[in-house]
């Protein structure tokens, strides 16, 4: 006979099997009339608790230490965020307002998916209720995106010797510019990026493996391709964490794009990442990247359905 109490705890291990990144800090960032919808950190982590998260569901980031920033940024570009000293060519091109709370917002991402990352190394997988920075570079940002939180948290566990190699399978509507960039030349890393191709970032550097798709292309293009890629890809390249960003923007009521994809085809694409990666027992980093649609509750829950599909899966391998 089990104790009721234990029986309790096994209960809740079994619906959430694995750890939330999350900070109430998160949402509070003044971004002013935004296409970026920061509150969506927030509806998520709401949701979550209404579909019966505790708080030691959650884990809290820090920022991270500004040893580990250097491992991808610049001591220029550091520099110049800490003093607000970007120029006004440079705050066109991250696409937000500068302020101190900006950086602050950033810098806790990074702690955030470096300690998600940490945590599916121990786990198998972990969710980080934000992150997916790909379009910062190491010596600016761009795209709302200031600090590169994937590429710091990717150089930190394997300068750590936590990973020899490691996957981004960067699923955003937008190339992961920055990220292919940062690692055009490490064997360690492999960069897969699928992205509409008549869209912004305009210079598009190589990822290992760039997938292209077009203004109108639906479900059946986006998901042929997926599963062209995955599982060979992680049985090919064989690493030891995959940092997946299960971006919302490739949704076809998304207002930055123009892919065709439904809601449901999002949630294969998911199954499609994590499963094959599971199956294969390696590690998974969630992180949530973009998502634009007009209303935000779509938004809210594309990134929610990726939440739900890995607990399926999860609860499935162990
Ligand atoms: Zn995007």
New binding site residues.
């Given amino acids: 006979m089990v104790p009721l109490i234990n029986m309790s705890k096994l209960f809740w291990k079994k619906r959430f099997p694995f750890k939330f990144v999350y900070s109430d800090k998160y949402w509070i960032v003044d971004i002013g009339e935004h296409v970026f919808p920061v509150e969506k950190y927030r509806l998520v982590y709401e949701k979550l608790l209404h579909m019966g998260a505790k708080r030691e569901n959650f884990l809290t980031p820090q920022p991270p230490k500004e040893e580990d920033l250097f491992l991808v940024h610049t001591p220029k570009y550091l520099k110049k965020l800490k003093t607000g000293a970007l120029s006004h060519s440079e705050i066109l091109t991250l696409e937000l307002p500068y302020s101190p709370e900006l950086l602050e917002f950033a810098l806790l991402f990074v702690g955030g998916t470096i300690l998600a990352a940490e945590r599916a190394l121990e786990d198998g997988l972990a969710v980080h209720i934000g992150g997916g920075f790909h379009h910062a570079f190491p010596d600016h940002g761009e795209g709302f995106c200031v600090l590169n939180d994937v590429a710091v948290s990717l150089e930190k566990v394997k300068q750590e010797g936590k990973v020899q190699k490691a996957m981004v399978v960067d699923c ?3 190339q992961g510019n920055g990220t292919a960039f940062i690692f055009s030349k490490k064997d360690y890393a492999f960069t897969f990026s699928m992205h509409q191709m008549d869209l912004y970032p305009a210079q598009k550097p190589s990822s290992s493996l760039d997938v292209g798709l077009w203004s109108g292309d639906g479900d059946k293009e986006y998901l042929e391709e997926l599963r062209l890629n995955f599982p060979r890809l992680y049985q090919e390249f064989q690493p030891d964490l995959v940092f997946y960003l299960a ?1 919302a ?1 490739p949704y076809e009521k998304d207002q ?1 794009g123009s892919l065709r994809v439904t809601i449901e085809s999002l949630k294969e694409r998911d199954r499609i990442v994590i499963e094959e990666a599971r199956k294969l027992h390696i590690p998974v980093v969630i992180l949530f ?2 998502g634009y649609a007009h209303s935000v509750s779509d938004t809210v829950s594309i990134h929610l359905n990726t939440i739900k599909v890995a607990q399926k899966i999860q609860g499935k391998y162990f």
Wanted: aromatic fraction near 0%; proline fraction near 0%; avoid cysteine.
């Fill in positions: 955003d509507l937008h971006g923007d930055l990247a973009g």
